[in-house]
């Protein structure tokens, strides 16, 4: 028995990874890597945390964040500083390695490395990594020279007592999400002042202190060169060049503090009283969020909306050129530049654009201007603004060549005209025109497509591992036929147990511990998506499962539990069945049964042409069933929000089943109409343009996205490869053009006969299947018209109840 005991014992050793608990200091030789989520350095007093985060699908950087118990696994943390913001590396196989040369290296899916602090040899001590109360992560070696430290190369944020001095700049981020180098940043110039500046995709300027000032009576100074800067733990900012500040709350307390540069290019102190507060803003460099450069890109508007921030427009003439990025600003829907007789002038109130003058005409009037800017090929309008001059008044004239940093303030004594061809008929035009929030188009999380190779290991090295884990694997089994042996009859009065709890609630809560055992430490990855990833299991009961392990938990425990039991009470045949969850310290998994042919993904991208008309047609209508039965049936309308191919699951007789419901949120009926729902879900290429054009979003969009996936199934084509007319999501028209609704129907339906012809008929020529094709495709392209502004055209798309009702009429 001892020796029974002794293997055992070393086997668990063996076989199973210990569970390694954060670290307080990393030592020379050892690394963290990116697929244990408790490989983390905390500091002393565990305020900060250093680890890998994800940015992206697969994507990770090294980071240090504030700890909070709502921020785990990487969600909705606080992050303070990157190491490779702009080169994240894959989620398998990377780490960071202290090297025993004393080199602090990452390294992408152990191939290459993405960063190092190039402290090689720098020190002939031994080195440690450790994470400072303050947030600084620093190299120390044994005598306590400090190497290297984060707080020498900031990205987007200054902690308090970390300087920003002549070798440093902070940059802020691209976008909500990304975090990869943005258009701003925040550095000491070549006079000695502390500026920001906006670097785009073609021009750049700087914007603070404003340009319009000297630096004089913006109350810096250029003659101080020490370029130092930084924010105390008081609350206190001081600059050398005379910039000096006070946050909102300042003073000795235990606030916590943040200088960040946000990614719509304003410097903001952040302050919170406790860890797991909000942060909220208690100093801001401009509060004119206009002012700031780059915000709209050229040819466009940028103005003050109380609801919204900062909203963006096109001028006159001109039309969006990137439908999902503002930054590009706006193009002009005439084209080339005729003679200068040809031209007129719009005039619009309150405008300034800032920047790219010819040159300043004093003392004009708009007759004399509008003929200065004729007179040049390249003006494209001119600022036209009163000036009072010791009692004497009059306008000054600025003929522009670009017409950048516009905005609209009614506060702004001045006016602008813009040359348009007299042959461009504005008055067709609306004059209202087209008009956008900035926020919304980045929050969607682009996957980042990062290839990832087999760890290099020599072939002796992978000759040893499988030697010693035939071995282990041989002891274990041996052990695990005694053990079951033992072990078996004491456990049968529990089991009875369990399966009292089973049948009451219709699903089980596992332990964490039972899970891992049953997918074999989460050994065999069957999906990956937004929400987490899933795996492949075996319960010792010997039902298969599939286990997603969530990575979004930044909810508590009793939501999840809330929200679990919410999906636990839809049963229906086409959805697929939970069986239990598991919700234990930060860990989130959901159990379902396993599916034979995987996902409709998989079957269509097989060449084995699984499916065959009959088949196809099935998969539709049991898709639609089970989607009709989320949005009406149940007590509780719930939005699938990401149907996709990934997300219908097909059992051995390619019955469908929709999975992922009720990963989104769930919503009771009163809510639909005030779109509350504001985080942007949904796969690309499937989502309904409402997401997109920050309309409120109904049960409708996952019958877009549907009809996206039937058209898919039809065709064999996937979506993002390009259905022409029906994948426009990227590029609509937001101007809202009455009778434009009715055309584009007419000639997307032109264009479906013209397809249908070239795509469908030759696959199903002569056959049953051509008629039933083609009722599939009618359906689907009612499914994925767009929503009109106007309320009454909301109904456009059918219901998936109508869709079901259609697709049952026609299968008779
Ligand atoms: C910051 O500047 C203010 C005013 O110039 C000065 O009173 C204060 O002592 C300075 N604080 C520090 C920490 O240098
Ligand atoms: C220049 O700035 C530094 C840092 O703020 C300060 O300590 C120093 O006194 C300043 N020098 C002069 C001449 O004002
Ligand atoms: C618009 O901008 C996005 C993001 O920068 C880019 O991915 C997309 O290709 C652009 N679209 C067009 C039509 O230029
Ligand atoms: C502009 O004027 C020139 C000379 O008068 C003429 O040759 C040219 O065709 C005109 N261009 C346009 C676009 O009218
Ligand atoms: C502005 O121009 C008008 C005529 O062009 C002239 O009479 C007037 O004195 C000028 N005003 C100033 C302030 O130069
Ligand atoms: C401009 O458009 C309006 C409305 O579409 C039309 O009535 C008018 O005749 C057009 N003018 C010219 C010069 O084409
Ligand atoms: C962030 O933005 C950059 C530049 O537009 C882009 O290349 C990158 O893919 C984006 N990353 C994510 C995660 O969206």
Redesign the pocket.
Known sequence: MGSLCLSLTLCLVLLIPTPSSAYQTLNQGSSLSVENPDDVILSPQATFTAGFYPVGNNAYAFAIWFSESTCFLGHSCTLVWMANRDHPVNGRHSKLLLKETGDLVLTDAAQFDVWTTGTAAKSKLTTYLQLAESGNLFLRDSEGTILWQSFDSPTDTLLPQQPLSRFTQIVSSRGKGNYSSGFYSLFFDNDNVLRLLFDGHETSSDYWPYPWLSSWDAGRSKYNSTRQA?I?S?G???SSD?L?FRSADYGPSRIQRRLTLDYDGNLRVYSRGERNEAWVVSWQAISQRCRIHGVCGENSLCSHAPNTGRTCSCIPGYKQKNTTDWSYGCEPEFNGLPNATDFTFIHLRHVEFFGDDFRLFPNKTVKECEAECLQRVNCKGFQHNFRDHNGFQFHDCYPKAQLRNGQQTSGFQGDFYIKVPKSYNISNKKTEHLQGTLDCPQSNTIQLDRSFAKTHQSDIVKFMLWFACALGGLEFISIFFIWLFFYRASQDKNADKEGYVFAATGFKRFTFDELKKATRNFHKEIGRGGGGTVYKGMLSDGRVIAVKRLNDSNQGEAEFLAEVNTIGKLNHMNLIEMWGFCAEKKHRLLVYEYMEHGSLADVLSSTSNELDWQRKYDIALGTARGLAYLHDECLEWVLHCDVKPQNILLDTAYNPKVSDFGLSKLLDRSKLYNSSFSRIRGTRGYMAPEWVLNQPITSKVDVYSYGIVVLEMVTGQSSIKGIQFVNRTDEVEMENRPGSHINEREEASKSIESWMGEMVEPMWEGSHGKQKMDILVRVALDCVQELDCVQEDRDARPTMSQVVERLLDSSQ
């Open positions: 930084m105390n008081l206190n900012f001081n005379g000096s």
